[in-house]
DNA sequence: CAAAAATTGATATGTTGTAACATATCAATT
DNA sequence: AATTGATATGTTACAACATATCAATTTTTG
């Protein structure tokens, strides 16, 4: 487990490199979602920015800085859950297969996972077949976490 | 393709053998979603029911409505698009598959195919892995529809 | 019929997100 | 230092989706 200054030093070079520029603000808000470890709304992030760095910023605000994190692929978003989650690979260098997303009902904890090549491509298969092509191959899976399938027993 | 009329019948008598009622507003929604043959918003269908039905009703109604429909099994949510959809298996006897839907981003049109066992048992079989479980093996995917793929050329 | 349960209505409010436009900041020259 | 141009941020207003709460009505059942 890195810092995560570290992780944000380097997430800035590469920014550099690609003509981007993470700001202060970026960086704030990168820092909380790193340290949530777990997926956060826009509005929960405006609280948590209040409550850790004093400040109010406009939702409008947030809303462009979780844009331009994706765009850096620094954040995903949880299209079903309507939060954001740090990459989990924020602070690898090689490149990665499409994340698929395991989100808890109950407690709405977050896994990244990988899936194999072959079951993708299987999708991908049925999905063309019925006249459609996938944008991304990003899965995003109702699921019960272990904890919450013991506790709710 | 068999007549709406005759297709509300049937409904309405498995739901008597369940022990709940399908009932006159819940029929007309049902009515609307099956003739619509795509997806609609809480919304549009409330704009719907007062063109067709010359009735105003408040939105807490319809989403009561549309979550009845959905226990029944006569309705499903698109969590990614926030749209309710007749199921395409409405007037069917037997058991179905977990349904998947492949939905436009273009043009907001929806499909419902259904995915090879063996396909879905390898998901389940990652999310296992990961320590968790499907609560509905339900995949909703962002696609791009044939249509939209030319146009858009 | 009367009590209990289910359904529906009415009002208010919460949550997520975008549009349109104004202002601030930074960095590279002049 | 001043000008300029690009990028980033702030402000206001609003649209779309959804739920909380409580009252009124209808349906079912003892």
């Known amino acids: 487990m890195k810092k995560v200054a570290d992780i944000i030093n380097r997430a800035e070079q590469n920014c550099k490199i690609r003509g981007s520029r993470l700001t202060h603000k970026r960086k704030q808000v ?3 979602l790193i340290q949530a470890e777990k997926a956060l709304s826009a509005y929960e ?34 299209n079903l859950a309507n939060k954001y989650i740090a990459c989990a690979h924020i602070s690898c260098d090689h490149s990665h297969a499409v994340p698929q997303f395991l989100i808890c009902s109950k407690c709405q ?21 019925a006249g459609f092509r996938l944008v991304t191959p990003q899965l995003e899976m109702n699921c019960i976490c272990e904890n919450c399938v013991v506790n709710a027993a």
């Open 45 to 78: 992030l405006l609280d948590i920015y209040k409550a850790e760095f004093g400040q109010t910023i406009p939702a409008m605000s947030m809303y462009r800085i979780l844009d331009f994190l994706q765009g850096e692929h620094l954040v995903h978003k949880l």
């Open 30 to 32: 990168l820092s909380s």
């Open 109 to 129: 904890k977050v896994e990244e996972i990988s899936i194999g090549r072959s079951t993708i491509t299987k999708l991908q298969k049925n999905v063309e077949n």
